[in-house]
């Protein structure tokens, strides 16, 4: 049988320093994040929406917000492709990028966060802790707390649970 792969904490956070390069199931897309203070604190954040938990296809979505000047993607099989999610809380449209080899998501793009990408961080060997929660009103009743991450109803940084 082969070695299971997928296993976090093989790998150091320091080792990320010089960027956090991740890539879709097929390998088609590779992505690297460069920020050197990826894992000086907490950075990323789960959201309980349902698009999100669609995309994600899990009970949330771990998610980084960062600035596109901080990301590289690189397409070598020209899959990417991008769904506009129209049907949002807000109504304000969401481009949704993902490889259409695999399926697998990539990030999403909302005029609401100019300059700034949502990452999908199952790209990646090593997801930094999350800082907050969003759609905490829409978690599951079976869903723990993690300590030292807010929960915030709705949107993030609006009324907290």
């Known amino acids: 049988m082969p070695p299971l792969t997928g296993n976090p904490n093989l790998h150091a956070t320091k080792d990320f320093i010089e960027g956090l390069v991740g890539h879709c199931l097929c390998g088609s897309v590779n992505v690297t994040i460069n920020d ?3 894992f000086t604190r907490r950075r990323g954040h789960l959201c309980h929406c349902a698009n ?30 991008m769904f506009l999610d129209t049907e949002t809380g807000s109504g304000i449209p969401i481009e949704r990028w993902f490889c259409s080899r695999c399926g697998n998501p990539i990030k999403s793009v909302t005029p609401t966060l100019e300059g700034k990408v949502v990452m999908k961080m199952g790209l990646f060997p090593r997801i930094p802790a999350p800082e907050f929660e969003t759609f905490g009103l829409h978690r599951h009743e079976w869903q723990g707390y993690h300590p030292g991450v807010e929960v915030y109803k709705i949107k993030a940084f609006g009324e907290k649970v």
């Open 36 to 38: 050197p203070d990826l």
């Open 52 to 81: 999100c938990r669609k995309v994600s296809g899990s009970f949330a979505a771990s998610n980084l917000i960062i600035e596109q000047d901080k990301i590289q993607i690189e397409d070598r099989d020209s899959t990417l492709a």
